[in-house]
Structure formats: C-alpha cells, structure tokens
C-alpha cells in the first residue's frame, strides 16, 4: 500500500504558483521527519525542505523566500506550497519521510519515499 500519496503537480508559466500535498497512509507519520525532494533526469535528486515533529523547518537556498513547507497538525499532511515558479524548478517532486536525525532536506534524513508528481514550469 501506498505509504506517501501525493498530489498537485502540474504545469505552469514562469511565475506562477502550484500547492503540492501528501497524504501520510498512517497517523504514525506525525512522529516523522518530512519533506520533499526534486529530481530532473541525469540529475541527482536533492532536497527542496524539510519539517520536523515541531514544525521547524529547512529549506534548500535555491528556494528560500519562494516555497513554504508546512505540516497540518491534525492528520499531518504536508504541503509545499511553491510560488515565484522558475524553469529551473521543474522537475518530478517528491515526498518524503523519515525516523531519524537530524531533520533536514537531505537524502540521510529519509527513508519512505512517494511516488513522485511532475512539476513543469515553462519559460
């Protein structure tokens, strides 16, 4: 079963804003650290941000002022909400979650991973 649903992925004009979400498949997920990840073909997958159990956060400088992550406290769904979309933003993003220590937007952090949603920005 699909442990890390995701969705919101699309296509938009430079500039333009999309709101990524993932669905955890159970409650234990609020004890984890989440986050999401991007990945373009050739390329190795590299981490946009991350949110802890306490809703501290990590971002990736290459997004800093433009995306937010955030984690509902109730079902801890998490979003990234991307705004100010460049066409270096495109590529297929991911979710993420992990046990472990620290809590940030790197590939150690993690280990239960979503199945990827395309984001394509063009111009």
């Known amino acids: 079963q699909v442990q890390l649903a995701e969705s919101g992925g699309g296509s938009v004009q430079t500039g333009g804003a999309l709101r990524l979400s993932c669905v955890p498949s159970?409650?234990?997920?609020?004890?984890?650290?989440m986050g999401w990840f991007r990945q373009v073909p050739g390329k190795e997958r590299e981490g946009v941000a991350s949110?802890?159990?306490?809703?501290?956060?990590n971002y990736a400088d290459s997004v800093k002022g433009r995306f937010t992550i955030s984690r509902e406290i109730a079902n801890n769904t998490l979003y990234l909400q991307m705004n100010s979309l460049r066409s270096e933003d495109t590529a297929v993003y991911f979710c993420a979650a992990g046990s472990g220590r620290p809590c940030r937007p790197t590939l150690r952090s993690f280990d239960t991973w979503g199945q990827g949603t395309q984001v394509t920005v063009s111009s």
């Open positions: 949110m802890d159990r306490n809703y501290g956060s």
């Open positions: 159970q409650s234990t997920y609020r004890r984890y650290c």
